[in-house]
């Protein structure tokens, strides 16, 4: 499974920027999917999350600007986030856990997880 993000840039505070997550290869192995991001200094932290039946979570200081959401036929995942804040600057993750629905995925091994490379996301004041 490979994961790519894109949408990253250098916004004001206040504006909107929004995130997309391509998966291909097997993207039968795709459960849940989400965005983290990580801060200069600071831990990777989960920012919003989103079952294969679109059933959301997110971190309490994202919540009600930023949404997720995601097509499973095109195998794409979005975080449009809106209202954005300094504190937003950071690099975010797709990442996408694995499915145990097929067999077939066990070919993974104990790879419970896939992620992409990273978007910067920065935020002027």
């Known amino acids: 499974v490979q994961l790519v993000e894109s949408g990253g840039g250098l916004v004001q505070a206040g504006d909107s920027l929004r995130l997309s997550c391509s998966a291909s290869?097997?993207?039968?192995?795709?459960?849940?999917m989400g965005w983290y991001r990580q801060a200069p200094g600071k831990e990777r932290e989960l920012v919003a999350h989103i079952t294969k039946s679109s059933s959301t979570t997110y971190t309490d200081s994202v919540k009600g600007r930023f949404t997720i959401s995601r097509d499973n036929a095109k195998n794409t995942l979005s975080l449009q986030m809106n209202s954005l804040k300094p504190e937003d600057t950071a690099v975010y993750y797709c990442y996408a856990t694995r499915s145990s629905t097929y067999a077939y995925c066990s070919r993974y091994g104990a790879l419970l997880s896939f992620w992409g490379q990273g978007t910067q996301v920065t935020v002027s004041s």
């Open positions: 290869g097997d993207t039968i192995c795709i459960s849940a």
